[in-house]
C-alpha cells in the first residue's frame, strides 16, 4: 500500500496550491480520506475527510472553511485538496490518510510553506 502526496511548496500569503495523493494497493472507492497536518512539536490536525461512498459527506476544519476544497477522483485513486487564500500559519507538512474498517494507512507529507 502507498499513499504518495505531492503538490506542496512554497507560496506568498494569499496564493493557492493543490495536493494530490496518489493511492496505490488499496480499493480507494471503499476508504474515507483524510487530509491532516502538522507544525513540529504540535499534534497533528485534522484539515478536512470526505466519506466514501455516493454520499461523500464533507467536513472541515474551521480554521480552512472557505478556502480549501477537498475532493476524491476514484478512477484516478487520487485524493485532492485545493488550498486557496493561504495564510502563514497554514504553514506545516501535509499528509494524507486512507481508513476503512481496521485498516489505516498515512502517506508521507508534503510541505507546505506560505510566506507572509
Known amino acids: 500500500v502507498q499513499l504518495q502526496a505531492s503538490g506542496g511548496g512554497l507560496v506568498q500569503t494569499g496564493g493557492s496550491l493543490r495536493l494530490s495523493c496518489a493511492a496505490s494497493?488499496?480499493?480507494?472507492?471503499?476508504?474515507?480520506m483524510t487530509w491532516y497536518r502538522q507544525i513540529p512539536g504540535k499534534e497533528r490536525e485534522l484539515v478536512a475527510t470526505i466519506n466514501s461512498g455516493l454520499g461523500r459527506k464533507i467536513t472541515y476544519a474551521d480554521s480552512v472553511k472557505g478556502r480549501f476544497t477537498i475532493s476524491r477522483d476514484t478512477a484516478e485513486s487520487t485524493l485532492y485538496l485545493q488550498m486557496n487564500s493561504l495564510r502563514p500559519d497554514d504553514t506545516a507538512v501535509y499528509y494524507c490518510?486512507?481508513?476503512?474498517?481496521?485498516?489505516?494507512?498515512w502517506g508521507q507529507g508534503t510541505q507546505v510553506t506560505v510566506s507572509s
Open positions: 494497493g488499496i480499493i480507494f472507492s471503499r476508504y474515507v
Open positions: 490518510h486512507a481508513k476503512w474498517a481496521r485498516y489505516e494507512y
